[in-house]
């Protein structure tokens, strides 16, 4: 291999290597979110988005505790209450249960110690979704951190 | 100067098309990548490589409750209950390298590994784009054996920016259509070497057969596009049984690469051979083609919106040399692929910019388009208007391209006084 080849290949390896390092904690990852749709509002002043059967977002790694509205809109399967497990960075949190399909319920969940990144992920997983033209899980409101 | 900048088109476009797809996917309204048809596509790859399942349940249960939305057109086979993709799984084999480093990837960024987050929709994204840039590097590399830099260069630009098929190697990537343009200019370089007099070795029969197993499994229709290696020269049938070994090993290669296609219908169905989309009211009409709607109408004409490519017509008219050679054969080709896209119910192919279903072949299209240009530079007194033209056609492509991304146009049926009255309308 040529010097030239062998710089190149160095190069490359040496900002591969700093991108992987980068990836590892992006600054830009609380703005991820998935399995979510856009925000709406309703009444004025509410505003909400819509899960799937599963949605994940991010909240600073900093926060102790948050209040995480919820309201199931549609009824749970056979009139049980639509559950929404919530797990942080895949460790099983909490289950909330929303009984009345028509009320929010606003659960404030402590989040565990601080971990070596910038932002912890929350993901949550609603035991049934309503399938038609869109896929709707529950709906969540604008988190409050602690 | 243009042979330099010829050597250096492919990258050039490359770099625009990155920075195309950076601006479409970082405005406030944009969708996702995988959306639409590009779901479907997508699916069995997020189904294998996250949740290790090739029955598509998992994907349902975990995202949809146990189902899928109305827009996937996923159904349970009646009689087995099991999920039916309408869409066969080629894209989502060439996505698999894609995917599975967007998977290892969202474990290191501690991002969500569920199929369908930050890292999978660009992964999805990317690779029809690189794809489509695979095509065209292709389709250089086979102008380049017949033509002049200059020739292969306006091919090049007039290809990527005269017609759709820029908006499905960026816009809308996870569609088939950039992953079968690459695969039939993969076809169309490998007929080429396959009839050359030297130079063919078992490796190239290997990649002729899983090039030609990978275009059936991303459209099981372009299955007619592989006419094109026996019909490659008038008397090119003539002489396969001389080449039966290396159609041999092509034909293992093929089948190797269709077989898990077959193995899912079989489960899901019952049957080795299925048209998934029967039981969605959509046929061929063989019979009755909607020829004109599919070539030169305002609602999908393939010459209506993208005009440059009558510059084909000298081309095909007015062949020499090697064009000469392939024009008959690559002719019937098209020609039935033309019959077949304008024999399907929904000829329109939905929301679409121009006539999606045509890109898979512009590769062949390819060569008469710059056999056309050779033509013409060789009438230097035809070049100045028709240079002339030639611009404001790829501009005026370029324009409406635009439109579309700002859902200027209609999604289907344009009418003549819809297209007059949006005409070059920017809001």
Redesign the interface.
């Given at each position: 291999m040529s010097r030239t080849r062998l710089l190149r290949a160095g190069i490359v390896f040496v900002l591969l290597g700093a991108a992987v390092a980068y990836l590892h904690d992006p600054p830009w990852a609380g703005q991820i979110t998935s399995g979510m749709r856009d925000w709406e509002e309703d009444p004025p002043g509410m505003r909400f988005r819509w899960t799937a059967g599963r949605a994940s977002f991010f909240v600073p790694a900093n926060a102790t505790s948050m209040t995480l509205p919820l309201r199931a809109v549609f009824p749970g399967k056979d009139g049980n209450p639509v559950v929404v497990r919530v797990s942080v960075d895949d460790r099983w949190l909490a289950d909330v249960a929303l009984p009345d399909s028509s009320a929010w319920v606003r659960p404030t969940l402590p989040l565990p110690r601080r971990g070596t990144r910038r932002f912890r992920r929350i993901d949550l997983h609603i035991n049934r979704a309503v399938v038609g033209a869109f896929v709707l899980g529950v709906m969540t409101g604008e988190i409050s951190l602690q | 100067m243009v042979s330099r900048i010829e050597h250096h088109a492919v990258a050039i476009i490359a770099t625009i098309a990155v920075a195309a797809y950076c601006w479409v996917y970082t405005r406030p309204d944009a969708d996702p990548p995988i959306r639409s048809d590009g779901y479907n596509y997508y699916l069995y790859a997020a189904s294998w490589v996250v949740y290790h399942d090739a029955t598509l349940e998992a994907v349902a249960?975990?995202?949809?409750?146990g189902?899928?939305?109305?827009?996937a057109g996923m159904i349970r086979w009646p009689g087995t209950g099991r999920w039916i993709n309408r869409i066969p799984i080629g894209v989502s084999v060439l996505m698999l390298p894609f995917v599975v480093s967007a998977h290892l990837?969202s474990g290191?960024?501690?991002?969500?590994k569920?199929g369908?987050?930050?890292y999978y929709q660009h992964a999805a994204g990317l690779a029809g784009l690189l794809y489509f840039i695979a095509g065209l590097w292709l389709v250089r590399n086979t102008l380049r054996r017949h033509f002049q830099p200059s020739v292969s260069l306006v091919t090049l630009v007039v290809l990527t920016f005269g017609t759709d098929l820029f908006h499905y190697g960026v816009n809308e990537p996870t569609f088939s259509h950039a992953f079968s343009f690459a695969l039939v200019a993969a076809l169309l370089a490998l007929c080429d070497r396959f009839w050359s007099p030297a130079g063919w070795s078992t490796r190239h029969s290997i990649a002729l057969g899983l090039v030609a197993g990978l275009i059936v499994l991303v459209r099981h229709t372009n299955v007619v596009l592989l006419l094109l290696l026996p019909m490659w020269r008038l008397d090119a049938w003539r002489l396969l049984p001389a080449r039966r070994r290396d159609l041999g090993v092509a034909a293992i290669a093929a089948a190797t690469i269709v077989a898990p296609q077959l193995v899912y219908y079989h489960w899901a169905t019952g049957s080795w051979f299925v048209n998934a989309y029967a039981v969605h009211g959509v046929h061929f009409t063989l019979m009755s083609p909607h020829l004109a709607g599919a070539l030169v109408s305002t609602q999908r004409g393939l010459f209506f919106w993208s005009p440059v490519l009558l510059c084909a017509v000298p081309g095909i008219v007015f062949a020499r040399g090697w064009v000469l050679d392939i024009r008959a054969g690559a002719l019937i080709v098209l020609g039935i692929n033309a019959w077949i896209i304008a024999s399907w119910s929904e000829w329109q192919y939905g929301a679409a910019f121009g006539h999606r279903a045509f890109i898979d072949c512009f590769p062949i299209l390819a060569m008469f388009l710059a056999e056309g240009f050779a033509w013409l530079m060789d009438h230097p007194r035809l070049v100045p208007t028709t240079a002339i033209a030639i611009t404001l056609a790829t501009a005026l492509s370029v324009a409406q391209m635009i439109q579309y991304w700002h859902h200027i146009w209609p999604t289907r049926d344009i009418t003549w006084d819809q297209y007059r009255a949006l005409f070059l309308t920017f809001r």
């Open positions: - | 249960n975990d995202w949809n409750g189902a899928y939305a109305d827009f990837l290191w960024s501690n991002l969500p569920d369908f987050s930050f």
